[in-house]
């Protein structure tokens, strides 16, 4: 069973669904879904379109280059069939994922320790323009605080007064 790639998304085109385009000089492209299709009749650019795999790894949002992708790679030779190799095979396939997934997640967490450092300089940014919008209400805080201390001091003083008072 062959599975072909989208010529525009680069998804994965399963035998039985699709679309096929041959052109004249025999070229034939294989669309996932009529709107792959009526976007390459359109003659767009799949690295602009932010949806398709091009545009993900053009723009540094995915891997682009990995020894793993190496395994992925189309082999016309035949092969006669053999279970334990088949075994084999599909064992070697769960462990390249594994690895790949691995990497994509590093990949992911260090392009996210930029934006998160850019997310936080913009919030102090932010923080310093407003500032005046929070003072006034620490500084009515600290009025408050510094009038209930006074009360306090006040009510201490009569007290203190009555108790020399009626001694």
Not at 96 to 104: G, Q, S, T, Y
Request: hydrophobic letters at 30%.
């Amino acid at each position: 069973m062959r599975l072909e790639k989208c010529y525009i998304c680069s998804s994965t085109v399963y035998p039985g669904h699709g679309i096929e385009f041959v052109r004249n000089d025999a070229k034939v492209f294989r669309f996932c879904r009529s709107k792959c299709r009526k976007t390459f009749h359109m003659k767009r650019n799949p690295r602009y379109l932010r949806w398709t795999k091009a545009y993900r790894k053009s723009h540094g949002k995915e891997m682009a280059i990995d020894s793993t992708f190496e395994f992925e790679r189309k082999r016309q030779r035949i092969q006669r069939y053999d279970r334990e190799l088949v075994g084999r095979t599909i064992q070697a396939i769960q462990k390249v994922d594994a690895v790949r997934m691995k990497r994509e997640k590093d990949y992911y967490k260090n392009r996210m320790k930029q934006a998160n450092k850019q997310v936080q300089k913009t919030a102090v940014r932010e923080l310093e323009k407003g500032i005046s919008l929070i003072e006034p209400d620490i500084l009515r805080m600290n009025e408050a605080v510094k009038a209930r201390e006074t009360v306090q001091q006040g009510v201490a003083m009569v007290e203190r007064d009555q108790l020399s008072g009626s001694n």
